[in-house]
């Protein structure tokens, strides 16, 4: 099975946060479909580093969170020379600007997909999809996407239970990026690290750009969950 490449394009010049994005959507395929990541924040030269894994032939999927901004702006990069370089291997933006903007990305000609809000069951329906080299069905939720030069979207899902999703793989991130790398010194503490404890928004403020994805709509973790969550991460 075709292996997937996931990439957290720079976001900031100051001390990288821990990518929970890209971690959610990576725990969404964890034992169906191998996968790495690559962490903009951390690396000097992140297309290179993508570029290294995409000769060994074994990544036909490249999935990338994008936020206005210099998260754009890499991801454009990226993107953009993995589909000059490599036609073959399929790419897939998540985050708040493919959403909203979906069809200047579309028609770009290097975005195959966007996820439209979480992932967690789009994502893996999606490549089950792309290895099969099936058309993408119009079932799978939170999903946008051409067919035959016309934009479809899917029907978003209710926010899922949160405490339903799987764990988030520190462990194997650990082993591509010291979680040391991303403990940081804030008003907090001297290792801090950050963690999301819920889901959405449940306003609708007018100068906001995530009000399309979430819809006013927000889900939390039980105290429970959030407790041994931040129990394990301490330890």
Known sequence: MNKVLLFNP???????R?????????ASIEGKYEWSIVDGNIEEAPVAKLFHYLRTGEYAY????????????????ASSEI??????????????????????????GYVDAIINGPGDKSFPALLDAWEKNETVPGEIPNLIFLREGRMITTQKDAIYEQDTL???????????????????????????????SSFGCPFT???????????????????????????????
């Open 10 to 16: 720079r976001a900031a010049e100051h001390k990288p």
């Open 62 to 77: 490249f999935g990338c969170t994008v936020m206005p901004g210099p998260q754009l702006r890499q991801a454009i990069i």
């Open 83 to 108: 589909r000059k370089n490599f036609p073959s291997v399929k790419i897939a933006w998540g985050g708040y600007f493919p959403s909203n903007q979906p069809e200047v990305c579309l028609r770009s």
């Open 205 to 235: 403020c007018s100068f906001c750009a995530v009000v399309p994805v979430y819809n006013a709509r927000w889900k939390g973790k039980s105290a429970g969950k959030i407790y041994n969550d931040i129990k394990f991460l301490k330890e």
């Open 18 to 26: 821990i990518p929970n994005s890209v971690l959610q959507v990576a």
């Open 166 to 196: 799987p764990d988030l793989p520190y462990e194997k991130l650990d082993a591509i990026y010291p979680l040391k790398r991303y403990l940081g010194k804030t008003y907090l503490g001297t290792r801090t690290i950050a963690y999301h």
